[in-house]
């Protein structure tokens, strides 16, 4: 299981590479190198599962190929195309539980609002085909994941799947790993009927503190993973008809970060998103553990955008946090992820965002309640710009740890 290795945001290691390193940015592996060096042999070092991914992507590479560009027509079957990873996964068992509000428009009030701003493009000679693909960032080649949906009658929305961090695992196998434990969860693009999506993957450049935690964490500018979100959205919606108004994320520690730090960039087009056990940089709250980690050394340079607000009730963020034990990994001093998505908490309420607050008691891992179905329920309550439906509603399947708090 993914979880058996993922050690989370583990920022001593930015003590560590400093101090005894003292390559800064000189210490990032690149993809392309990691990608190389995995073989049958480090698949099998990270269990069967990974290297049955492994193998089926492989075969995949080899039938599609990386320079291939799909565009979609009105007739493409890519469900067809993940048959192999489809069995077993299926429909969610309560996925016909609760009403469909994407076949209902008015489902939430319109409020006027204008449509985002924010419209994103595809750079030449990108790809997009079910598996593997490739895409130009500035001068970096870029590769990323995506499933398709069998669901082709209507555009499909976009969940990004960001993971943790996990030091020199090769980004491939954190990739299809972390892909494995998404469909284990029930986050699958068939999963929730009226609810088609793309599920999408980024290959991380396996940055290393105090570069990153396998995602470029410190700063939104220069930062070489938020153009890579915002050229694979431009892909999607270009070339595989995805609605850019409907774009949901899932990330866990480091991989919570990078999503907050994207909301955070792109209030307007991340709305909704579910983060688990990670930092807001922007909170000063926040940022005080963070440093807590280093011995109040500065040691990262944070530079996040301002947390700004919204127009009360048009964003959500599902907030999950581990109790006491929820304790940034590996830090001299305790450093509480727990209290950190409190402050968050409070943060994100004081500026406009419906926050589904979700407490357990099991430490730096997952909410054992916070299930794929849950998560899809949350994203399709926010398929339409404008007020939260939240606001005025509960949300189908909420377990008693969670609460729904309104700004």
């Known amino acids: 299981m993914m979880l058996s290795y993922i050690r989370g945001l583990s920022l001593l290691a930015l003590a560590i590479a400093t101090l005894f390193v003292g390559c800064g940015d000189a210490t990032m592996v690149s993809s392309q190198t990691s990608d190389a060096a995995v073989s049958d042999t480090d698949a099998d070092a990270f269990g069967s599962d990974a290297g049955d991914f492994l193998d089926a992507e492989n075969a995949r590479d080899a039938e599609f190929g990386e320079d ?191 999503a907050n730090l994207i909301h955070s960039k792109y209030p307007d087009v991340l709305r909704a998103f579910v983060t688990g056990s990670g930092l807001w940089a922007n909170e000063a709250n926040n940022l005080r553990i963070a440093h807590q980690v280093t011995l109040g050394i500065p040691i990262v340079n944070w530079q996040w955008p301002a947390l700004e607000p919204i127009h009360a009730g048009t964003a959500a963020v599902m907030l999950t946090r581990g109790g006491p034990h929820d304790l940034i990994p590996g830090s001299p001093v305790p450093a509480s992820l727990d209290e950190a998505g409190g402050f968050a908490r409070d943060a994100l309420l004081a500026n406009g965002r419906v926050v589904v607050d979700c407490w357990h008691n099991g430490g730096h891992t997952l909410h054992p309640e916070v299930r794929g179905s849950l998560m899809l329920n949350f994203f399709a309550a926010h398929a339409h710009i404008g007020l939260s439906p939240l606001l005025y509603e509960g949300l189908p399947g909420l377990p008693g740890s969670c609460a729904i708090l309104r700004p």
């Open 68 to 258: 291939d560009v799909y565009v979609p027509d009105d007739g493409h079957d890519d469900g067809d195309a993940f048959a192999a990873d489809d069995a077993g996964a299926g429909d969610a068992p309560d996925a016909a539980k609760w009403p469909d509000v994407t076949d209902e428009p008015d489902s939430s009030p319109d409020v006027g609002l204008p449509p985002p701003p924010t419209r994103f493009d595809c750079p030449d000679g990108s790809t997009v085909t079910p598996g593997w693909n490739t895409v130009q960032v500035g001068v970096d080649q870029r590769r990323y994941h995506i499933d398709m949906p069998a669901d082709t009658s209507r555009p499909p929305a976009i969940v990004f799947g960001f993971h943790g961090f996990t030091a020199v695992i090769p980004p491939v196998i954190d990739l299809l790993s972390f892909r494995a434990e998404m469909l284990g969860l029930g986050l699958h693009p068939n999963a929730r009927a009226g609810f088609p999506f793309i599920l999408v993957l980024m290959q991380d450049v396996n940055r290393l503190p105090p570069g990153g935690l396998d995602w470029d964490l410190r700063t939104d500018n220069p930062n070489v993973d938020l153009p890579f979100f915002e050229a694979v959205v431009g892909c999607l919606t270009q070339h595989a008809k995805a609605d850019e108004d409907r774009v949901f994320a899932f990330g866990f520690s480091a991989g919570a970060t990078i």
